[in-house]
C-alpha cells in the first residue's frame, strides 16, 4: 500500500509583521495622534476654564456671605504679600472662612514649589505657577475696590454703583494677593483672563480688552471693566 501523505496545515500558525506593513502602522498612529491630540487639548483647557470659573464663584459666594453677617461690608482685603502680620485679616483669611475652609497661611504649598497644591479655589489649574517663598497666589483682589492708601477705606457692597462691572478678584498675572489692572494675566485662558465682579457674576475677558501691548500696561477704559468704582 502506498504510504500516507500528510497534508501540511496552516492551523496555529502566525504571520508576523514586514518592516513595511509596521512602518505603515506607525505612521497611521501618529497621524491619528496629531489629529486627536488638538481635540484632547481643547477640551482639558476647556475644563481648566471652568474650574478656575467655579473658583471665583465660590469667592464670589464668599464675599456675599460675608457681606451678609457684617452689616453689608466686604471683608478686609489684606496685604499684597501676606506675612506672619496677616494671618488674622485679609480676603485670603475672611473669604475662606465663610466656605468653612482653611486659611491660605494653612495651605502647605505656599512656601514649598515642590508640591503640589492640587485641587483648591486658590489655585487655578491653568496657571503653572508654583509658591515662592511664602507667595503664591493665582487670583488676586482689586486694589480700588475699596480705596488705597489714605483713601482704603471699609465699603459696604451697597455703595458700589456698578456691581456688575467693578472687577473684585481676577486671574493673577504676577504674585500680589493684593493689586490692580497690571497684574491681570495677559494669556492664561486662550489669550485671556477671567474675572470676578462684585455683583458675584464671573466672565472671561481676551487679553486685548484689558491689555495694551504696545504700553505693556492694563488698560482701565474699558466700561466693562470698571477698576475705580
Known amino acids: 500500500m502506498p504510504a500516507a501523505t500528510i497534508e501540511p496545515t496552516t492551523s496555529g500558525c502566525t504571520t508576523a509583521f514586514t518592516l513595511v506593513e509596521l ?7 501618529a497621524l491619528l495622534g496629531c489629529l486627536v491630540l488638538p481635540t484632547l487639548n481643547k ?6 476654564n471652568a474650574i478656575c470659573l467655579n473658583n471665583l464663584r465660590q469667592w464670589g459666594l464668599a464675599a456675599h456671605l460675608h457681606a451678609a453677617e457684617h452689616d ?4 478686609d482685603e489684606g496685604a499684597p504679600s501676606p506675612g506672619l502680620r496677616s494671618v488674622t485679616r485679609g480676603w485670603y483669611v475672611s473669604l475662606p472662612l465663610m466656605l468653612g475652609l482653611p486659611s491660605y497661611h494653612a495651605m502647605p504649598w505656599r512656601t514649598n514649589a515642590l508640591l503640589n497644591p492640587g485641587s483648591s ?13 511664602n507667595n503664591l497666589f493665582h487670583y488676586c483682589l482689586n486694589e480700588h475696590i475699596d480705596g488705597t492708601g489714605a483713601e482704603d477705606r471699609p465699603t459696604k457692597v451697597s455703595s458700589i454703583g456698578c456691581p ?12 500680589a494677593a493684593v493689586a490692580q ?4 494675566h495677559t ?12 455683583d458675584g457674576h464671573v466672565a472671561r475677558f481676551r487679553n486685548v480688552e484689558y491689555w495694551d501691548f504696545v ?11 470698571v477698576w475705580f468704582p
Do not use: E, W
Request: charged letters at 20%; hydrophobic letters at 40%; glycine letters at 8%.
Open 23 to 29: 512602518l505603515v502602522v506607525i505612521g497611521i498612529l
Open 43 to 48: 477640551a482639558k483647557a476647556k475644563s481648566q
Open 72 to 75: 453689608d461690608l466686604l471683608c
Open 121 to 133: 479655589l486658590f489655585i487655578c489649574p491653568s496657571n503653572s505657577r508654583r509658591a515662592t517663598n
Open 164 to 175: 456688575g462691572q467693578a472687577v473684585y478678584l481676577f486671574d493673577n498675572g504676577k504674585r
Open 181 to 184: 489692572y497690571n497684574n491681570v
Open 187 to 198: 494669556n492664561l485662558h486662550d489669550r485671556g483672563a477671567q474675572f470676578l465682579f462684585v
Open 215 to 225: 504700553m505693556d500696561r492694563g488698560k482701565t477704559n474699558n466700561p466693562a471693566l
